[in-house]
């Protein structure tokens, strides 16, 4: 090959390497010159051009990457005209694209102007859609390279293919345990049908017993002898264990358990099993969720006719941190092709808020507001605030009722702001509406605090938001130490609504037992989570010394301090 200036007079069947443009017309790179185009150059002043000629064992761009491109294909590709050096390679069947990525590599190391891209192994694609491309980035490539390439890819027979979809039958069994809500297993059916869409399969049955291993086993029996081809078993608790309820059933069922756990998260809890001809996954809460799944790999798999095996599983980890990415891959139909994507997509970090319910009136302490006394060398209300005011939380709301104004005077110069509990004489549901009420618009969850518990501190709250993930099944954020669990709690913005509907003064507490799912136990290092203070006796217990004097701060005037976010920042 001979690339530079070249005169006119010996630039006919030249290839221009750089686009020209003159009076109202223009040469784009890569044209070959003719008689006509180098009298156009002439007479728009040129006298010479940036030219290659090829030696004659050379291949031009597009007969270089047309001779490689199409060695490449196996089963349901097809290769598109080259134009430009690029030769695409498209799907023909919606399906799961495979490769030999070593045949691949071997390819691009051959030559550094041969250039061989794909999408990532094992990606879902429609018909339609560039799975690949042969690009020749210089204007010829020697003639012997071009076929070197196209041995090693006939070598390596289907080294690019897409396993078409097939009809399969799919069946759904959800478990249940007491207090498990209906709502959750409808939810669990949603997104099953949603991860089916356009895949060709269709999901036949939908099957609910008790957490139990022979309800289970009797469901999987009934779908293999039903001709079903995949079963998904989503237990009320997760598996933890191959000895555990859904595992065991599995086997009970005349099945085996072939790998449980994958490195992929979400989708840790997996158990990859089969009864008879039937393929069997037990998965975890988190697949409730649409989010992209770790048994969505899987599963697609599956559907196309691929057989997965411990070792696939095990072989997941690189790229496996599913929870990094924001969503689910584009619907069927809006994904872009053959154009390039600039926009770098980051994930939302979650904005947490805090509740401080301080509007009791704190009966059992007598005649005693338990929030004003003194404690540990500060007023408790004031050291619950500190607190949480040097967590990762925004904003911070502390909810009044009983002596307000001296809740008001005792935080003063605080960055907290205070709404209102009229109903505070009826208990703590008041309090919880209240707080509710005036979290902003794009709150994503809340931890709700007692004013009463002066060993919580940021750190303490701080790990529960780390552990906050809704997507992956941690919803309710609840902390424990040496297996009890206390206070606060963080709360996905998703049962806000049924926090508002309590009544009485016992708090959202049962709202964890109706969403077991969701609740994620946080150990803590210290029982700070569990010591509240709110008799007489218990600040004795802890002072060792008796309740400490009641500190009663000035309220000017009577004044009342600004209340910050109004409580109609919500809804």
């Not at 990532?120 to 690009?135: D, E, N």
Request: net charge negative; hydrophobic share 45%; glycine share 12%.
């Amino acid at each position: 090959m001979k690339f530079g200036e070249t005169p006119l007079d010996e630039a006919a069947g030249a290839i221009l390497a750089h686009s020209l443009r003159f009076g109202n017309g223009s040469f784009r790179k890569g044209r070959v010159l003719s008689a006509d185009d180098i009298t156009t150059l002439r007479a728009a002043g040129f006298e010479s051009v940036i030219a290659i000629r090829l030696d004659p064992d050379e291949l031009g761009e597009n007969d270089a990457a047309a001779r490689i491109a199409t060695a490449c294909p196996g089963m349901n590709v097809l290769v598109r005209a080259p134009f430009t050096g690029r030769a695409n390679l498209i799907a023909a069947a919606d399906g799961v694209l495979r490769l030999r990525p070593d045949a691949i590599n071997r390819i691009n190391r051959i030559d550094e102007s041969i250039t061989l891209s794909t999408l990532p192994p094992f990606s879902v694609v429609r018909a339609g859609q560039m799975v690949a491309t042969v690009k020749i980035i210089t204007f010829g490539i020697p003639a012997s390279r071009a076929d070197q390439c196209a041995a090693l890819a006939r070598d390596a027979a289907g080294m690019i293919s897409v396993a078409a979809y097939r009809p399969r039958s799919v069946g759904l069994i959800q478990t249940t345990l007491p207090g498990f809500k209906d709502s959750l297993l409808d939810k669990g059916l949603v997104a099953t049908r949603t991860r089916l869409e356009g895949t060709g399969a269709s999901l036949d049955f939908d099957l609910r017993c008790g957490h139990d291993e022979a309800e289970i086993g009797a469901a999987l029996k009934h779908l293999s002898a039903s001709g079903c081809h995949i079963a998904l078993v989503l237990g009320a608790s997760a598996i933890v264990d191959r000895r555990d309820v859904v595992p065991a059933a599995i086997e009970g069922a005349g099945g085996t358990v072939d790998h449980f756990g994958m490195p992929v998260d979400p989708g840790q809890l997996m158990a990859l099993a089969r009864v008879g001809e039937m393929a069997v996954l037990g998965l975890p809460g988190s697949a409730r969720s649409p989010r992209l799944h770790g048994f969505d790999w899987v599963l697609q798999r599956l559907i196309a006719g691929i057989d997965v095996t411990g070792d696939d599983l095990a072989g997941m980890g690189v790229g496996g941190l599913l929870k990094e990415i924001p969503s689910r891959p584009m619907p069927r139909g809006e994904s872009p092709l053959n154009e390039e994507m600039n926009e770098e997509v980051t994930e939302k970090k979650a904005r947490i808020g805090a509740l401080i319910l301080a509007a009791g009136q704190s009966r059992r302490m007598g005649t005693v507001n338990k929030l004003l006394v003194e404690i540990d060398g500060g007023v408790m209300i004031a050291r619950t605030a500190d607190a949480v005011l040097a967590a990762n939380v925004d904003p911070v709301i502390v909810v009044l009722g009983h002596e307000g104004d001296q809740i008001r005077a005792t935080l003063g110069g605080r960055a907290v702001q205070f709404t209102e509990n009229p109903a505070f004489a009826t208990g703590l549901a008041g309090s919880l509406k209240a707080g509710i009420a005036a979290l902003p618009d794009d709150i994503d969850g809340v931890i709700v605090c007692l004013g009463d518990m002066p060993l919580v501190t940021a750190e303490h709250l701080n790990a529960l938001i780390a552990a906050f993930d809704p997507a992956d099944g941690r919803g309710i954020c609840v902390p424990t130490f040496n297996g009890k669990r206390g206070n606060p709690v963080l709360w996905d913005r998703r049962y806000f609504d049924d926090m508002e509907d309590v009544a009485g003064d016992v708090g959202a507490r049962h709202l964890i037992g109706a969403h077991q799912d969701a609740v994620f136990e946080v150990e803590m290092p210290d029982g700070g989570v569990l010591l509240d203070l709110d008799t007489p006796e218990a600040f004795a217990a802890h002072s060792k010394t008796g309740p400490g004097k009641i500190i009663r701060t000035p309220v000017l005037n009577k004044k009342r301090a600004p209340t910050g976010s109004p409580s109609s920042d919500r809804r």
